[in-house]
């Protein structure tokens, strides 16, 4: 009962934010100076025709009006027309979001996995050389800047190296082709994955393996760990059995706390991967004066994030009861 | 998590890489042409189509009534039969069609064409209203003849109005009629999803796979297929086009050395240009563009509005230094406002401020223009015994300070050249005194003050895609278009000018119009409303090794010619 | 009883506990339950009762750390609720505190000199050198000397007792009226716990402060104090003279207290 | 005081990881400081409007420019060396503003509790679940190319929050110690007990988060203008990373292209190294959330 209650009113929070988010977006984008239709550069785009279009986007009207229908709008589940695509913006990210939460998700779970391992490894050998080459590694993968490492990483996997598709999800030529079956269009998406994986999981999994080392090295100090010693338990097992699952609870915490960093290297990864998903979207509508597909975008990433945090916290009171929440 | 065990995953990925290393080999057939492209086109539905990249797609598709040759320029009957006639008693065009037929089937009748210039004036669709609405009625006398009969004599109709591209009747006619009756039509029509257009060129799109690629293949019923016009067979003899999207130019020059893209399509940042040529299998393609690149000063308010001034900022400005450092030499000194390689209309008399002088005579001279118009400095920029040294403090002829001179320039991220052009220009204008700054902007805010508001003192802005009749030359400077959102962003007023830009408009005899653009092109460049800075140089690569037959041609090799000309070079060995 | 400095009437002290999430809803605590008191003017008023009793909440209320729920409390027979501002400043000056633990109450990054002349700091009394001036003496009367020496250490260079003194000092710089010492002791040997008695009794004696003495053991209240009252479960069992309260128990509680020091059996 | 400053220092010191940040600081310091030498030896080594007269494209390493020209004949040295003063003006500053603001909100949210404490965190979520680089990207792109400082700003404003959540959770746990009590009953006001009182409490910690702030700053500035938002008129790391990009020199001039990589990469590192030995020896318990972002 108290956890229902507690849901709700965090839902109704995150509602109260997200609008507030939504608000100063919708300011934001129309405060700004010039608008979609200013930067068609074209002597052939004369004032009237501006004018014209002006009007017939909507753009003319006073701006608290604009307001009621976009939030109307919002609230209905009509996400306005993207003004660079003419497409309903709904249409265009559902279709870009399953590549970004392929990408994503795979890269999150494989370097948070990777990560408490190692991290384990390490803090059960503190002091070692192990131990300091593991932080000093994890470090170094934490703090590369991300689109300089992916670059390279292009440069030397995919062109001198060869063994990777340079950019993009998919190849035309196998998709093209009406013989190709679904493993070889399954492995086609793996196999371009494979490289922005690899750049997100690098950046990740360093500091997923940072926190589950002091983690491990808090949870090593407790009692409870000492009575399981008392016990004569074996060494492997109480590390694996007995400290481990406890100490990566901050790691799942962290995971959904640091989401909203998590997802500025994934529009990095996108773009410069050219990986078809929203945060590259976000990134070129923007530039675009997309007014509707940036804000959809961007509400929606915040929404994500608001509701991951509200997952993670639920699940830490349940994976550990000590938990109280006011 | 406890069964979880890294050496296992570790295991797979290398199984993984395996796999990938055996599965590299790609195929395509001989036949498919795979080209790069830097971002998706933005859509297939042609009235919202403003980007490069849909035109690139578009107009293999939808085709016009008249193409310009790829050497003289000059117009060539397309989907018309022959020439237009023009009859000077009743100001009518009348255009014969050639028998096409569309990607359907179906024939491309005249009523098609009256269709597509009834829809432009119909919705105002914008960028071709202008070029449509004197047109006062439409006749279609039989099936293959369209009229066109105009308010009053236009000299940019032939070249301009009946450029653009002619859609289908039936594919549209539904569409147009639900749009008519929605409270805002236009935007109705422009957001219609268009998923296969209907068009008469030589290649349908088969599969658009948002993303990732789009494919076309040949149109079977392509009316150039075994014709010769313009003195060339046409095929198509690809089968396929696969348009790969690249977003990054580096990973598309990548593509291109790897040999899984065969042309690169947009515009090769000059850093390729060594290691392309070394290869063996690429070629590089340089050609002209038809674009001008400008300084442009407000005429509305001191001290931009001062001719002397803008004469020394001229002066001060080095195009040379602009093109061999920043373009690395793949760009062409401007000194009009048509570009060189527009032979026809271009005039090369005009006023050269500081062409091929060194630093310090730009210095020298563009001090003796400002002193001669009353210019002062507190430390002039040169000294008693006439050697150049650092200036500041420079007043007006009226004796007030200069204040914060600055110059917008678009961010690096849209174009690098500009913006650093913007902060060599500044440098220069310092060595006279003037307080410059340069200030990069994004692009809708710099258009917004420029074009808007009539906020500025000067920006550096460009036409990439200028058209070869130089009706833009009216546009940019007619006292008229002074107005927010108009093109006249200079503010430029003079009686003299506005009078031979009208009668450039309608003057239907082309020598008399030639004359008359030269002399409008010379009190632009005696007044300095804008000053022409470069025309850059457009590089092309393509393999080699799989198809030939590109046609050069102003704006590149992506045209329509190398499209049905190109042939896949048989590959037995 | 014709003087009492303060006056505490049925004053009822609860605390709600909070849920945690998964379980529990909430709980009402009660911590002080109508409780009455009163402490003459130059007493040392001992108060005994074991760790959750209420005895450290009554100091609490009085010096003002927390409002009472209900009830009534008088200094100089003003009610002392819902002071504020320069009433509640005058008041501050008047009633203080010292703190259980002498390791915990001092600021860490507060210089003895700082710590001492915070109160004096706060009140805006005198310039620099009175306040020197005055803190010397205040850590004088406490015994610590040279006092100068201490001026510019930090409590982790102080022992257990020597912080408690510096507490102490704090706690009487203002020369306040009415002193809480909740059970200042608790945390020292039993050596140093006979030079705190004494530094208390002295500055009793000296400068007529009047103290609220907590406490959890009966043999200290009546080493130190005049009265004595006992608390237990948030309620007072039992008032009266320190001689009266261990000689003749009237509640149970206080029975049984006094059985578990054998040292009394002695006296 | 001083003792203690000795004692955390001989730990440092011992600290494999503490030694290996400082040093590289050091040398990223020293670089910063250098920036100001070449252009005093002749104008062409000035970063950003020097040109060497001689060349008009990009040239590799040679005894006249170590690390070569960029496309319009500048020094890249003498642009890494400039790079490293903006990176650490950027960073400091930024880091600096993100937790004087955060320690400030923190504390007074986790003092004063209730409705302020309420109103401060949901606005700490609210701009928690930003990406400060889509946020500063959004802005940029629409009001302009802004200006180093104005990014320095955004990058601010929009990082105080986990930094908050922190003090905030210290505050509460000061708030209850003894001596804040003291504080009171000796009459001490909010204001006094907060600056005197918790202010000294909290701030090693917000020194410590100082570091990391640092990292994310610089990461942001370099990423924004790698993609070519940044403020054109500061030769920053990422901006020379951008001018490789867009010019076409990505992958053709390794001798431009690898040294701002590394050293945004190795100044974020260093940066990151002095965080987290501090953080080993103040105290374990902060460990908190510090290596989330």
Redesign the interface.
Known sequence: MELRKYIFRRLIEIAIIFFVILTVLFLLFRLAPGDPVTRMVDPNMTPEDAEHLIEQLGLDQPIGLQYLYYVKNFVTGNFGVSFHYGQPVADIILNRLPNTVLLFTTSIILSALFGIFLGKIAAWRKGESTDTWMTIGALICHTVFLPWLALILIWLFAYKVGWFPLTGMISAEVWIDPEAGFLEKAWDIVHHMILPLGTLFMIHFGSYLLIMRSSMLDTLKEDYILTARAKGLEEKTIRNHHAAPNAALPVVTSVGLSLAFSINGGALTETVFTWPGIGRELVFSVSNNDYPLAQASFLLIAAVVLLANLVVDVLYAYLDPRIRYE | MTKFNPIRIIAFGVLLAAVALAGCSQKEPAGMLRVGLSEEPRTLNIWLASDANSRKILSKIYQPLYQHDPETLELIPWLAADLPEYDPETVAYTVRLRGARWSDGAELTSSDVAFTAKLIKEFRIPRHYSRWKFVTRIETPDKRTVRFFLKNPKAIFRSRSLTIPIVQQKEWEDIVRIARTKEKPLAELLNHQVESPVGTGPFVLKQWREGAYLHMVRNPYFFGTGKTIAGRQLGPHITDIVVKIFGTSDVAILALKKGTIDMFWWGIQPGYLDDLRNQDDIHVYFSEKSALYFMGFNLRKPPSDDPHLRRAIATLIDKNFIISRILQGFGTEMYSIIPPGNRYWYYPEVEKYGAKLDRESRIRKAYDILTEAGYSWEAPPIDDAGAVIPASGIRLPNGQPMERFTILTPPADYDPHRAISGLMIQEWLRDVGMPAYSRPMAFSSLLQQVKGRHDFDTFILGCGKLSTDPDYLRIFFLSANDKPRGWNMSGYRNPEFDKLATESSQAMDREERQALVRKMQEIVLRDVPYYPIYDPLLIEAVRTDRFTGWVEMLEGIGNIWSFTQLKPISRDS | MADPIIKLEDVTKTYRS????????DQTVVALNKVSLEIARGDIFGLVGQSGSGKTTTG?LI???EPPTAGRLTLDGKDITGLRGKR??EY??K???I???PY??????FSIFDTVA??LT??AEGNRAEQEETVFKALQSVGLSPPEDFFYR?P?ELSGGQRQRV?IA?AVV?KPEFVVADEPTSMLDASISIQIFSILQNLQSKMGVTFLFITHSLAAAWYLCNRIAVIYKGEIVETGSAEDVIKHPRHEYTRALIKAHPKFGKT | MMGRFVGAWRLFRENLIGRIGLTLLIVFALMAVCSFIPPLIDPMYQPMHGVDPEISHSTGPSMKHWLGTDFIGRDIFSQLLAGARIAFMVGISAAFMSIFLGTLIGMIAGYAGKTVDMALMRLADMIMVMPTLLVVLILSSLFGQLHIWTIVLIIALFRWPGVSRVIRAQTLSLKQRPFIEAAKVAGASHVRIIFRHITPNVLPLALLYMTFRVTSAIIIEAALAFLGFGDPGTVSWGMMLQWVWKTGHMFQAPYWLLPPGICISLLTLSFYMLGRAMEEILDPRLRQEGASD
């Open positions: 909070k849920k945690t999430l998964l379980k529990g809803a609490r010096v003002k750390l509640l400043a501050r000056r009633v203080q505190m703190f259980q633990d915990q109450s001092l600021n860490p990054y915070e109160p706060i009140h930090y982790h507490a704090r203002l």
